[in-house]
């Protein structure tokens, strides 16, 4: 049983390209949540969702930021017209309803906007 | 301080000897998890200590839940080098949606040989 994969593990982006960040979920897993984690910080909470919906937002800025989770294929974060601010490592973790609360986390993708 | 604060900010200790990390929270929580993460690298889970238990052990960690003091230690005993690595609380408070975590800003360990 794969666990969470996430990808790409490292992306270089020019400031005002997009990002696309990738994260496939355990198999069976249904809720997926992004979190960020700048240089030499914790991890923060970003967006939750479950299939096709976006349960929880609070943590993902309003602008150039959004998160989808299709019925179909992995969820994808994405970041428009990036800024250097934009440069941290963006963790995906799953949860299954059986899991216990554990949340099972990916590699992470390591975002530098240059 | 915020959700989630681990203390000390570092730590350095030899080899064979106990390390302990302290971790406070603010508000109510359904459970507490501890997390390790080596330089440059992913999350991985230690233990989960739910908000109804006071202590539990994984291997050679122990780690404790005061929920009357809002606040948590991880143990590890017999420390080795491999051990070095950023260690992480995070809660999933009662008042926030799905089980959402709230990292604390983590503990960096070095345990030198």
């Known amino acids: ?114 | 301080s915020q959700q989630g604060e681990e203390d000390p900010q570092a730590l350095s200790i030899q080899e064979g000897e106990n390390a302990t990390m302290n971790c406070s929270y603010k508000t109510s929580i359904n459970n507490l998890q501890w997390y390790r993460q080596n330089s440059g690298r992913g999350l991985v889970h230690l233990i989960l200590i739910r908000s109804n238990e006071r202590e539990k052990h994984s291997g050679r960690l122990r780690v404790t839940l005061d929920t009357s003091k809002k606040s948590s230690s991880l143990l590890i005993t017999a420390s080795r080098a491999a051990d070095t690595a950023s260690y992480f609380c995070a809660t999933d408070a009662v008042e926030t949606s799905g089980s959402r975590l709230t990292f604390g800003e983590g503990t960096q360990l070095t345990v030198n040989p």
């Open chain 1, 1 to 114: 049983n794969a666990g969470v994969m996430q990808n790409p593990r490292h992306l270089v982006r020019r400031r005002g390209q997009e990002a696309r960040l990738r994260c496939s979920p355990m198999k069976g897993h249904s809720h997926v949540y992004w979190y960020r984690q700048l240089p030499e910080e914790g991890l923060k909470f970003m967006v939750y969702l479950q299939k096709e919906n976006i349960i929880d937002e609070s943590g993902m800025p309003k602008e150039r930021f959004s998160a989808e989770f299709p019925k179909e294929g992995p969820s994808i974060l994405r970041i428009q017209q990036v800024v250097r601010g934009d440069s941290a490592a963006y963790f995906c973790a799953s949860l299954g309803l059986a899991a216990g609360n554990e949340q099972f986390f990916g590699p992470g993708t390591r975002l530098t906007v240059l």
